[in-house]
């Protein structure tokens, strides 16, 4: 049958015209609580994503073998929302309808969009490593969490590091901050700013065009500023063009460090032993060796129930979303504590969210406590060293120049409440 | 039947002067918006913000690019910068008290006047050249506002919109923002649809067939086509208004980048170039059939048991948006509005086969 226009037209619009004719699944189960997950993976997050998705399903897939939580099921309806607003917007209403009570979009521009949205109608919204730096401060966010370390904590916690590396003071040294030009590039300036006067270092800032595919101009400079420190602030292709260039101009590694944003595929893309030395900020445990890691070994992938490839187990960006995963069932654990009867709606689960306390995912996560006024979860993370293989953390958990990130939060969180309302 | 003609025939001007001569296409035009005004009292709220707004905001943005597009034959690749400037001079005067009918009107002469300048180009190149003088302007409108902290908002770049309220009606919930967006698209459609007969919309037409022949005939070329720029950004500094104050509600920069731009131009292109229908069905389906194709994959792939992993899961309804883009370009490069005609024309004589016209 040859397709001619008619057959092409006709049957373009049964296509799109079947979703709304078949009538969708009721789920019979009324014990179930449901996330929306519709996160970007297609567009500009793609394997950070897949990852991601893949580590909090499988955490939720371990939750549910072993009965829910009180009973409840924990249901995450993952889709593609592929970072445009519209999409994004779309899932959220829908997963509004169906009854969801938490969304974790992943991605900076649809938490902008979404927060006044999630304030109104009462749904949790996690924007961990994305969103607004201002949302750490809960009373002016009360449903906008994102329960991690956010970025002007990293650049506070690598700064310390530097400090301690340095001998107790960074005083006459010199940190080069290379970064994508872009607001996620420009954010942790401010910070840094303050820093550099305060403690005597000298700043000097590199900002590369977007998406950063090409850093050759940059790179050179900052080796001739003869740095002794070096943080390099990017996304995806650009960090691992930043790390290329930084092994090709022959800076020191070990005094290079970057924000969350790096993994060990990165590693596989710049060549593992030219990377050795360089660092990285960690908000959780990376590897196999966390408990609730290996207990999705033994009780999920071994049953086969996995949510992807096995090979992407342990490494950062699944861990992350094993972190979050978790961080949103001990959420829900506590709101069982608080109101065992329920009714399941977004404010019940955000009592349960932002009365985690000291909660450390058997030792995955730094302790977190969540309250009414720090959705942040006390900004702990530490420094992890790659040495050739894998992720090392070079100190514990520490938080450090949190007075300086306050002040910034406050700062915007003040001007969203002026005028947002 | 339907039409009760067999052929068109009108015995006085007045008859065929009108915006629609047929007594079908009014009572079909009339239903719609009844409908429309219908709306929020028919539909869930999910249909109401997951669609019609989007819908009705970016159609309003595809029929200004059309104008220029369609009316005028002026490419544009930079419409999402024509927006943002709309947009950030509008929510910058609301936020400074400025009450949002002026601010709008504002946003909208504040695209203008800087459209205006790179539409200056289009005097001077046509073509794949003009297009690479708006992709220009696409790009120096981002640097400019993402570089400016005044304008971006600071360190982290976004900007509340404050709460607004227009004509005394409080823009808060979902019914009262779609029936402001609503009132917007309905004024630029009745708009387009009446450009179509003024000495204006002739002279675009014009200058789109043959820039020089139109001078010869007597058309000031170098003012139509400033003229054909200065209206469509207009309408895209307003637009753009409409979209950070009913849908967005906190603007950045990276809001209006280059995808915003190609997404309104496919809108105009799928949609049918020139049409007012156009941009309707464009809209519709660049924004939504991603939509659909997913849900549908998604359905497909519960209602089955189907253990499609995510990554190919997310894939799949990419692969077959694009499939759909191509087929609709490959089947009817003249656009979704011809299908419609296409349609018309059969249904006007319909059930006989032919008739004089």
């Known amino acids: 049958m040859a397709v001619n226009r008619r057959i092409f037209v006709s049957g373009t619009a049964a296509t799109l015209a079947a979703p709304a004719l078949i009538p969708s699944h009721a789920f019979g189960q009324d014990k179930v609580i449901r996330f929306t997950m519709a996160q970007d993976f297609t567009r500009i997050y793609t394997f950070v994503t897949s990852e991601y998705s893949q580590g909090q399903r499988d955490y939720f897939t371990l939750i549910n073998e072993r009965g829910g939580v009180n009973g409840h099921r924990i249901q995450a309806d993952v889709a593609d929302h592929a970072n445009d607003l519209p999409r994004a917007i779309e899932a959220y209403e829908r997963g509004k309808r169906e009854g969801a009570v938490l969304c974790d979009p992943l991605s900076t521009p649809v938490a902008r969009a979404l927060v006044p949205r999630a304030l109104e109608d009462k749904i949790n919204l996690i924007t961990a490593f994305s969103g607004r730096s201002d949302a750490a401060d809960g009373s002016a966010f009360p449903y906008v969490l994102p329960l991690s370390i956010n970025y002007w904590t990293q650049a506070g916690l690598i700064v310390d590091h530097f400090a301690k590396v340095a001998g107790g003071s960074l005083r006459g040294k010199k940190i080069v901050f290379v970064h994508i030009d872009t607001p996620f590039g420009k954010e942790p300036l401010p910070i840094l700013q303050v820093l550099a006067q305060r403690q005597g270092f000298e700043l000097v800032t590199f900002p590369y065009t977007p998406p950063g595919n090409d850093q050759a101009a940059i790179w050179p400079q900052v080796r001739r500023a003869r740095p002794d420190f070096v943080m390099f602030w990017g996304a995806g292709v650009g960090q691992t063009v930043a790390m290329t260039e930084a092994i090709r101009n022959g800076l020191p590694m070990d005094r290079v460090s970057s924000s969350v944003w790096m993994s060990e595929s990165d590693m596989e893309v710049v060549g593992k032993a030219a990377a050795k030395g360089v660092m990285k900020v960690e908000p959780c445990a990376s590897g196999r060796d966390p408990k609730p890691i290996k207990d999705i070994l033994a009780e999920v992938v071994a049953k086969g129930k996995g949510a992807g490839p096995e090979a992407k187990i342990g490494t950062a960006y699944y861990n992350y979303g094993v972190q979050m995963a978790s961080l949103m069932v001990e959420g829900v654990r506590k709101a069982f504590e608080k109101s065992p009867n329920g009714p399941i709606t977004g404010a019940w689960l955000n009592e349960g969210l932002r009365s985690i306390s000291n909660f450390t995912a058997e030792g995955m996560l730094p302790p977190t406590t969540v309250t009414k006024e720090d959705h942040q979860g006390g900004g702990q993370g530490r420094i992890s060293q790659w040495d050739g293989t894998k992720f090392v953390p070079i100190t514990g958990w520490f938080t450090a120049n949190q007075d300086v990130v306050w002040g910034e939060v406050k700062k915007y969180s003040e001007e969203f409440r002026r005028t947002g309302k | ?357």
């Open chain 2, 1 to 357: 039947m339907f039409y009760r003609r067999a052929g068109i025939r009108h015995t006085r001007y007045q008859d065929e002067r009108q915006l629609f001569p047929l007594g079908f296409d009014r009572f079909l035009i009339l239903s719609v918006l009844a409908l429309l005004i219908a709306a929020p009292f028919l539909l869930d709220r999910f249909y109401l913000a997951g669609y019609l707004i989007p819908w009705l905001i970016w159609t309003s943005a595809a029929l200004g690019l059309n104008l220029l597009m369609g009316g005028a034959g002026q490419i544009h690749l930079g419409y999402g910068a024509v927006m943002a400037i709309g947009a950030y001079t509008s929510v910058h005067l609301v936020r400074a008290g400025v009450p949002l009918e002026f601010a709008m009107i504002a946003g909208g002469l504040m695209s203008a006047s800087i459209g205006i300048v790179f539409g200056a180009a289009a005097l001077r190149v046509k073509g794949i050249y003009l297009a690479m003088a708006t992709l220009a302007m696409q790009y120096i409108v981002d640097f400019v506002i993402s570089q400016t902290p005044a304008i971006s908002g600071g360190s982290l770049a976004t900007i509340q919109v404050p709460p607004v309220s227009f004509l005394g009606i409080s823009l808060r919930g979902d019914t009262e923002t779609y029936y402001f967006a609503l009132f917007v698209c309905f004024l630029i459609a009745l708009f387009m649809l009446n450009v179509g007969r003024t000495s204006f919309g002739r002279a675009l037409a014009a200058v789109r067939e043959k820039d020089y022949a139109a001078q010869i005939l007597g058309v000031s070329v170098f003012k139509y086509k400033l003229l054909a720029f200065w209206v469509s950004s207009f309408i895209g500094g307003v637009v753009g208004s409409v979209l950070a104050v009913c849908y967005l509600r906190a603007i950045s920069p990276d809001q209006f980048h280059i995808e915003l731009s190609i997404q309104l131009l496919a809108m105009v292109i799928v949609g049918g170039l020139g049409s007012v229908l156009g941009p309707f069905f464009g809209a519709a389906l660049i924004l939504f059939a991603p939509i659909v194709l997913n849900n549908l994959t998604g359905l497909v792939a519960t209602s089955f048991g189907l253990a499609i992993p995510i990554d190919l899961r997310a894939h799949i309804p990419l692969i077959a948006y694009g499939a759909l883009v191509i087929g609709f370009l490959l089947y009817e490069p003249l656009g979704l509005a011809k299908i419609y005609s296409n349609l018309r024309n059969y249904m006007l004589v319909w059930p006989f086969r032919h008739a004089q016209r």
